[in-house]
Structure formats: structure tokens, C-alpha cells
């Protein structure tokens, strides 16, 4: 169901995107934060896809951008490179109410989150449809989504990329269009 660095690459215009060093997981991670406990969640996989799950598949696509050169004294000197990353994760539950609990669930921490104005979780939270949740940041840099199709319950992450909300939609529509159950 993942989507291929191939396809990322495609989707994303960018053919320097790798696999990330650590970027494969068959379990959803904990990752430490210093951020306020609603937040964690919208970067946490533990927090995200709770337990239940029979199935977990996480894997993120990396490529470095310089950045645009500096003149200073007559001297050229590079930009400072920045990181173009693509996450997906995706949980199978043994029932569709167990993924749409997840999702149902993780709704209002998101909201809750995004109540607290707290840099680099300063996003709105919408859902366009009852399966959808998204997450937009005032930058259009960052995308967040996540998704329920059956007994699947997705997310995926785009950043660094001028059109990441596009990006983001792409992964997510080319995933559930991979889910037949």
C-alpha cells in the first residue's frame, strides 16, 4: 500500500528523494518532545495509532535542497541546505470501527493541539470529509493528512516542498486508491 520512492519521486517532481536512513518501521515509534501533550500527537506514531493495530508500515523518503547563495563582501557563499521529507504511515486494524475509532480519537488532541498557537503546531485542523482529517500550516511548506479507508488508517506528512499540500493529497489518494477491502 505504501507508495513507492519511485512513485514519490514522481508525484513529488523530485528525483533526488531516498530512502531515509531510519526510515522504515513495522511498529509505530515514540518520539520524545518537548511539546505540550496535545501536540505530541500530531508527531508521535504510539500517540497516533494508539494500539489495536494488527499491521503498521512506516517509511520516509529524504532529499537536501541547497538553498539560495548569499553574497557577502563580494564573496559568494552557499545557502544553507534545507530538508525535503516525505513520511507515510499507514495502520490495518481487524475492523473498519477500530480504524475510524483511531482517527476519531486522535480528532480532538489534534484540536486541542491547534487551540494552543504553539510553534511548529500552529495548523488548523479540517475535515473535508467524516474519513478525512487535515492538518494546514500557515506555511505551505508543511501538509498533514490523515485518512481512514475500511480497516486502514493512514497519515502522511510532506515538508520542505513549495506545493507540500498538493503532494500530501497525491500520497494520500494514491494510497487509498491501493486499498481494496
Same mark, same amino acid.
Not at 500500500?1 to 513507492?4: D, F, G, I, P, T
Not at 470529509?129 to 487535515?134: C, E, G, I, K
Not at 511548506?141 to 490523515?146: A, K, L, N, R
Given at each position: 500500500?505504501?507508495?513507492?520512492v519511485e512513485?514519490a519521486?514522481?508525484?513529488?517532481n523530485?528525483?533526488?528523494l531516498?530512502?531515509a ?6 511498529r509505530? =515509534?515514540h ?12 508527531? +508521535?506514531?504510539e500517540a &497516533?495509532?494508539g494500539?489495536g493495530?494488527?499491521q ?12 539560495p547563495?548569499?553574497?557577502?563582501? %563580494?564573496?559568494q557563499y552557499?545557502?544553507?541546505? =534545507?530538508m525535503? +521529507?516525505?513520511? /507515510?504511515?499507514i495502520s490495518?486494524?481487524p /475492523?473498519?470501527?477500530a480504524?475510524?475509532a ?8 489534534l484540536?486541542?493541539c ?10 488548523? @485542523?479540517?475535515?473535508p470529509?467524516?474519513?478525512?482529517? @487535515?492538518l &494546514?500550516?500557515?506555511?505551505s511548506? &508543511?501538509?498533514?493528512?490523515?485518512r481512514?479507508?475500511s480497516? @486502514? ?6 515538508? %520542505? ?6 503532494i500530501?493529497q497525491?500520497?494520500? /489518494?494514491?494510497?487509498?486508491?491501493r486499498i &481494496?477491502?
Open positions: 500500500m505504501l507508495v513507492s512513485d519521486r514522481r508525484i513529488a523530485d528525483y533526488g531516498q530512502q536512513a531510519q526510515g522504515v518501521s513495522q509505530p =515509534k518520539f520524545d518532545s518537548d511539546a505540550p501533550p496535545p501536540c505530541q500527537a500530531a508527531n +508521535d506514531q &497516533t495509532f494500539a493495530w494488527q503498521f508500515r512506516s517509511t520516509a523518503y529524504t532529499a537536501d535542497m541547497p538553498g547563495s548569499v553574497v557577502v563582501g %563580494g564573496r552557499p545557502g544553507a541546505t =534545507k525535503l +521529507d516525505v513520511i /507515510q504511515n490495518i486494524y /475492523q473498519s470501527a480504524a475510524r483511531a482517527l476519531e480519537r486522535l480528532v480532538p488532541t484540536k486541542a491547534s487551540e494552543l498557537h504553539v510553534r511548529y503546531y500552529d495548523y488548523t @485542523v479540517t475535515m470529509d467524516p474519513s478525512t482529517v @487535515v &494546514t500550516y500557515p506555511d511548506e &508543511t501538509s498533514s493528512m490523515y481512514v479507508k480497516a @486502514v488508517f493512514m497519515q502522511v506528512s510532506v515538508l %520542505g516542498f513549495r506545493n507540500s499540500e498538493e500530501t497525491t500520497m494520500i /489518494q494514491t494510497i487509498t486508491g &481494496t477491502r
